[in-house]
């Protein structure tokens, strides 16, 4: 019983984050206060009160409207706080020490604002500062504190995975003048180089440009978009990235199955 107790308090503690979430995902491209104004309507400015915000919830009770104008609120809102308990039913610790605690914090905030990064790069073609920030910050912390190897780890890892990709786009536009990659997806590389090191960062920077360009080709033959309209970046290295931080036994079989193990 207290098993089950714990897993609802989780997925609770995990919408929660969720709710907050879709705060940044609707504030940070718009570059609204992101901590202390009250959320509103965006259609008829509405204020919200606490008992219209609760996760999930309130959705359900609102019908899916609001109760100002009655215009429908996305389903996206009550998605990411369903999606984010989930994670963090996912992620919970079996014990609760301290440092399995620190480790379901770590992973969860890490998983945040992947899901973050990723919704806002698909609507607004855009990586916030902000988040990329956070995420260096978080990870240099970690690899400094748990990761047993020399600073080359996180130092080598930054240089290569801001480094590379900037020289590359910055060849790419001296020769075509265009913008190949955006500088948001560069920081990314750069941040996750911090944790994944210079190795890992390598497989990440040449998976995501594997799995994007075949993507976006797909998406032009059908269609689907047109070929002049650029197609965000962000996601797929969010994808190739989560496989790496969150599933490392499968992406240990998938490069070894592409026969890029060894790197
Ligand atoms: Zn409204």
Known sequence: MSGLITLVFVFILGSMIGSYLNVLIYRLPRE??????????????????????IPIMSFIFLKGKCSGCKIGISFKYPLVEFFLGIIAINLMPANFDIISLYFFAFYLSVASVFLVHFLIDLEFKLLPDK????????????????????WTHWLLGLLIGFGF?????????????????????????????????????????????????????????????????????????????????????????LTQWLGIGGL
């Open 32 to 53: 609204q206060d992101t901590v202390l104004s009250r959320s509103s309507c965006p259609h008829c400015q509405k204020k919200i009160f606490w008992y219209e915000n």
């Open 131 to 150: 988040l990329n920030i956070y995420l260096a910050i978080v990870f240099l912390a970690h690899s400094l504190i748990f990761i047993d190897m020399s």
């Open 165 to 253: 990709p900037y020289l590359v786009t910055w060849g790419f536009y001296k020769y075509s003048g265009k913008v190949g990659m955006g500088g948001g997806d560069i920081k990314l590389f750069g941040a996750l180089g911090l944790f994944l090191g210079p190795m890992g960062v390598m497989l990440t920077i040449f998976l995501s440009c594997f799995v994007g360009a075949i993507t976006t080709l797909v998406l032009i033959l059908t269609k689907i978009v047109n070929k002049d309209e650029p197609v965000p970046f962000g996601p797929f290295i969010i994808i190739v990235a989560s496989v790496q931080i969150f599933f490392p036994t499968l992406f240990k079989e």
